[in-house]
């Protein structure tokens, strides 16, 4: 079975200071990706990010990095400078590759962070 | 301009009166699904469509029912809706073979109210 855990439900950090949200996972299958959405209070989903199980280097996407640690089964986000726009709940996702459920993502609870100035 | 789109936004429903919320996408994503989000519960999957006419539960299917009669449509349909399906959803859709980096692309979400 495959599992997305998120143990923050609330995260705070001072505007221009770097944070990061952590999310593991657990899964057999060898093949998977995994994924981080952004939900601002309008509530969109938007994604963020995308790591996948066999890439060498870290994802990253302008201000946003995923700290993959395979061997850890971690995948945490990194938010470098942080504005107070990125106030949000933040999703972390997977999808395993296997043909009956490949499309499949499976969620985590998510992090509340907030932004202060 | 790629998209997902679900309506209505926001519902508000007395029990047990029979709703359809639709969903369209024009991406020609095989892969659709459904999806409900409740505080400190993140989203958890209805139901979800890996092509036309192929349809498979989720893991809160109890109570909604889907149809994928075409690859662009995926309704949501509440028979006989109950106050405990009052929560936020979203239509999502995807490419699915061979594409394990693509992203789900979400609709705005629709906040349903059942009294």
């Not at chain 1, 950090?13 to 309008?42: H, I, M, N, R």
């Not at chain 2, 929560?87 to 789900?104: H, I, K, V």
Request: aromatic share 12%; net charge positive.
């Amino acid at each position: 079975a495959q599992k997305i855990t998120q143990t923050q439900p609330g995260m705070f950090v001072q505007e221009k200071e770097a944070v990061t949200l952590d999310c593991t996972y657990d899964t057999s299958d060898p093949s998977y990706g995994l994924f981080w959405y952004k939900q601002p209070s309008s509530g969109e989903m938007i994604f963020l990010i995308y790591q996948g199980s066999y890439d060498q280097q870290n994802a990253t996407e302008g201000r946003y990095s995923l700290n993959f640690q395979k061997a850890r089964k971690s995948a945490n986000l990194v938010i470098s400078a942080s504005q107070l726009g990125d106030s949000a709940m933040y999703f972390c996702a997977m999808r395993v590759d296997r043909g009956s459920t490949l499309g499949r993502l499976y969620f985590g609870r998510g992090t509340q962070l907030t932004v202060w100035p | 301009e790629a998209q997902v789109t679900q309506n209505p936004r926001y519902l508000i429903t007395v029990t047990g009166k029979k709703l359809t919320v639709t969903c369209s996408q024009n991406m020609n994503h095989e892969y659709m699904s459904w999806y409900r989000q409740d505080p400190g519960l993140g989203l958890r999957q209805i139901y979800y469509s890996m092509n036309v006419e192929v349809t498979d539960k989720g893991d809160v299917p109890e109570g909604y029912k889907v149809s994928r009669k075409e690859k662009r449509n995926f309704p949501l349909i509440l028979e006989s809706p109950s106050p405990n399906q009052t929560s936020l959803y979203f239509c999502a859709s995807s490419f699915r073979t061979g594409r394990l980096n693509s992203p789900l692309h979400f609709g705005n979400g629709t906040r349903l109210t059942v009294t």
